[in-house]
């Protein structure tokens, strides 16, 4: 079992930056790939970035590239969304996951490869 906590969402103004943090509890978070996800009302959950378990490899939607960073660290049971030059159409609530497949050295793309989900964080950017 894993619990995924996000925090750091908030009000931005178009241009700004915001930190974007999940904290897991649970013995396997550091062996599972996760990954972030966005929602808008009336929309699917849309993939954002994601990461190996290790680390090594990340992955990007074609929409946040050379803006968005997703980082991870291991000891701490944390990862971490860097989200630079934010656009108002990033508006919407973020959502931390973690992917089924152990020590898989993929990254996934799709939620149904994510067995857990955190509440969500609502980003707001104003123009």
């Known amino acids: 079992q894993v619990q995924l906590v996000e925090s750091g969402g908030g009000l931005v103004q178009a241009g700004g930056s915001l930190r974007l943090s999940c904290a897991a509890s649970?013995?396997?978070?550091?062996?599972?790939?996760m990954g972030w996800f966005r929602q808008t009302p009336g929309k699917e959950r849309e993939f954002v970035a994601a990461?190996?378990?290790?680390?090594?490899?990340?992955g990007y939607a074609d929409f946040v590239k050379g803006r968005f960073t997703i980082s991870r660290d291991n000891t701490k049971n944390t990862v971490a969304l860097q989200m630079n030059s934010l656009q108002p159409e990033d508006t919407a609530v973020y959502y931390c996951?973690?992917?089924?497949?152990?020590?898989?050295?993929?990254?996934?793309?799709?939620?149904?490869?994510?067995?857990?989900w955190g509440q969500g964080t609502q980003v707001t950017v104003s123009s």
């Open positions: 649970g013995r396997t978070f550091s062996r599972r790939p």
């Open positions: 990461i190996t378990w290790s680390g090594s490899s990340t």
């Open positions: 996951a973690a992917g089924r497949t152990l020590f898989s050295g993929s990254y996934y793309v799709k939620t149904q490869d994510y067995e857990y």
